[in-house]
């Protein structure tokens, strides 16, 4: 039985409310400690103490390269509390050169590939990428706020100085509870143009902004087809680019075209890309594709697109843009933390942020350094009195009974601080020759300019804007490039019709089931006393039984005698020479090997006929409107067929 005790202790809760309550800590707890980045550095907490932790054991650039392991092992044991392999998978992002404009960490060793993912954490290496650097410049400086790290043992930095926009930089892709970040990289050039341009113009707009910032630049090239979703991601901080791969159509040696693709998406598979064409070409839905193969390497994609004599290059490209990875949308959504708080900003805001948080990290650096300059030239300036009475000095010193003494004495005669004297007391005699009286001299000058000009600096804000301008111009010039994604003009949903001519084809469909297009020019007018021309290199045993001439941007509708019709448009048929026999119709329609072609109708407009109607072998009869063969779909069940019935032409 519990005792009386044990009853009060037991505390009487509303379920529903605690599990509001709780639900709603974790979901703060995942917002603001995982999943979003800072406006002011751009970096999620895992990624600032993967920096810092590399920053904080010496491992910066120019130093040896040290194992992944090594680097891990310091993040989770003092600032992560988490899953080893979380925080490597998090580390390997920041040293992929694919998966951020400006890589972060220098790897050593394979950190995986668009396809691959990367060795284990103990066989790998890494030091902090030269640029990374800057991120972290002057947080030895009180730039920034610290707090007790999750054991209570070390401090670490909340925020890191970012001397350059890393959010808009490198971007920042995060899923927290009810809310999702997807912020695209952009080019450091136009970022840093940017920013100077909004420290010039504190009122600057999405428009001023926009001139600088054209659009994402993704670590993998590829075009942005149109501005729109653009000029609204820019503007309202949501919006969906369209990215379509670089691709080339070239002639290969054996007389074939191909399609070369040099460039993909950002996030995007090639080995996805290759397994859905393959699919694609065994469900037919792409016919025109012979062979294909990735022949990347090292140097870059190179995915190549084998067609087959009879395929239009175009078209089949247009297809692959349709129907593929090749082109593929970024949904934009531009969430991140300020002051604590998820809030989706527009690129005019995160500029100004980003201002915001620079003013703040110099006045506060300005500080930390006049204090220091302050500090050093009052104890120069002791050293410097104790030079100029230095026998004097002396003489104190001697006659004292102990440093005690000294001191008291110096301070009262010269009237010195305790930090002035005891500086006195510690003085080496070499100190007393003229060269160093001079260097002290000279310091103690150098000092007092310094602090004139950072209290000028802490004075007036417009001085530490021009100077995060002149320091952000470093480093443009030091990392800034051209830009990878090119921008190119969106002239609209791209259609067969703009592709290929509207010239006047014969279709011809034999017996055996061999099917093909010929140019309709080719079967020339012939005068009286012709002899005719051949069209068709059929087997013995074949003959042609059905033609059609029509137009490359007709429909045809081919009824079979399993009461199915299938649609095609004219110039899906394979083009042949009109000595040709043909292609298997099962290679161009997914037919059934023993499904006999009963009637070809080609049309236009689905308006022009009324009705049609079919028969069956057993006396069946349906009449439907013509324009219910209207469907997107390729394979339509005409009419439902009793057993061992067929229709019949």
Do not use: C
Request: aromatic letters at 6%; a negative charge; hydrophobic letters at 40%.
């Amino acid at each position: 039985m519990p005792n009386e005790e044990q009853h009060i202790r037991v505390k009487a809760i509303d379920i529903e409310r605690e599990m509001q309550e709780s639900f709603l800590e974790y979901a703060m707890s995942v917002i603001v400690s995982r999943a979003l980045p800072d406006v002011r550095d751009g970096l999620k907490p895992v990624h600032r103490r993967i920096l810092y932790a590399m920053h904080d054991a010496g491992i910066r650039p120019g130093t040896p390269f040290r194992k992944s392991a090594r680097v891990v092992g310091d993040v989770v044991g003092w600032f992560h509390p988490h899953s080893p392999e979380a925080v490597y998978d998090s580390m390997v992002r920041l040293a992929q050169d694919f998966s951020l404009r400006s890589p972060l960490i220098q790897p050593q060793g394979n950190f995986g590939t668009v396809d691959d993912p990367p060795a284990a954490m103990r066989y790998t290496e890494a030091r902090m990428a030269p640029i990374a650097a800057h991120l972290l410049e002057g947080i030895d400086e009180d730039t920034v706020d610290w707090t007790d790290n999750y054991s209570g043992e070390r401090e670490e930095p909340t925020v890191l100085p970012a001397r350059f926009p890393n959010l808009l930089v490198n971007g920042s892709t995060g899923i927290a509870v009810g809310m999702a970040t997807n912020i695209p990289p952009h080019n450091l050039t136009e970022v840093v143009d940017a920013v100077l341009y909004g420290l010039d113009h504190p009122e600057a707009t999405v428009s001023d902004i926009s001139e600088f910032v054209k659009g994402p630049d993704f670590p993998t090239g590829a075009y942005i087809v149109g501005t729109s979703g653009v000029k609204q991601a820019l503007a309202t901080g949501r919006g969906s680019v369209r990215m379509r791969s670089v691709t080339d159509i070239v002639e290969m040696k054996r007389g074939r075209m191909a399609i070369i693709v040099t460039e993909i998406p950002y996030q995007v598979s090639r080995d996805r890309i290759m397994a859905k064409t393959a699919e694609l070409v065994r469900k037919k839905v792409l016919t025109g594709i012979a062979d294909l193969r990735d022949e990347s390497d090292r140097e870059g994609t190179r995915l190549v697109f084998e067609l087959r004599k009879d395929a239009n290059p175009q078209v089949m490209l247009n297809q692959l843009f349709k129907h593929t990875q090749l082109e593929e949308s970024f949904a934009v959504n531009q969430i991140a933390l300020v002051d604590g708080v998820p809030r989706t900003l527009n690129v005019a805001q995160m500029v100004h942020y980003y201002i915001a948080h620079q003013l703040e990290v110099i006045e506060r650096r300005s500080r930390f350094r006049l204090a220091k300059a302050e500090a050093r030239a009052h104890i120069v300036a002791g050293l410097l009195i104790a030079l100029d009475n230095i026998d004097e000095v002396v003489e104190i010193i001697k006659s004292s009974e102990d440093v005690g003494a000294a001191r008291t004495a110096l301070m009262e005669r010269f009237e010195l601080s305790e930090i002035q004297t005891n500086h006195i007391l510690d003085m080496p005699l070499r100190r007393l020759t003229a060269l160093e009286t001079g260097k002290l001299r000279e310091e103690y000058a150098q000092l007092q300019e310094l602090i004139r000009e950072l209290e000028e600096l802490l004075a007036n804000e417009e001085k530490r804007r021009v100077l995060i301008g002149e320091e952000l111009t470093v480093i443009r010039d030091k990392f800034g490039d051209k830009r990878r994604s090119r921008i190119i003009p969106d002239a609209g949903e791209m259609s067969l019709e703009d592709l290929i001519a509207d010239e006047e084809l014969v279709v011809t469909v034999s017996a055996a089931g061999y099917i093909k297009s010929v140019i309709a020019a080719t079967y020339r007018t012939q005068g009286r006393g012709g002899r005719g021309v051949r069209g068709a290199a059929l087997r013995e045993d074949d003959v042609i039984e059905h033609v059609i001439h029509t137009t490359a941007h007709a429909y045809l509708l081919i009824f079979t005698n399993r009461g199915k019709v299938y649609r095609i448009r004219a110039h899906e048929i394979p083009r042949k020479d009109r000595n040709a026999k043909g292609v298997l119709v099962q290679s161009v329609l997914p037919m059934d090997p023993d499904e006999v072609i009963e009637s070809v109708i080609d049309t236009r407009d689905y308006e022009s006929h009324q009705y049609l109607v079919m028969f069956t072998k057993r006396g069946q009869v349906k009449k439907s409107k013509f324009s219910a063969y209207d469907s997107r779909n390729q394979v339509l069940v005409a009419i439902k067929l009793l057993e061992d019935d067929e229709v019949v032409d």
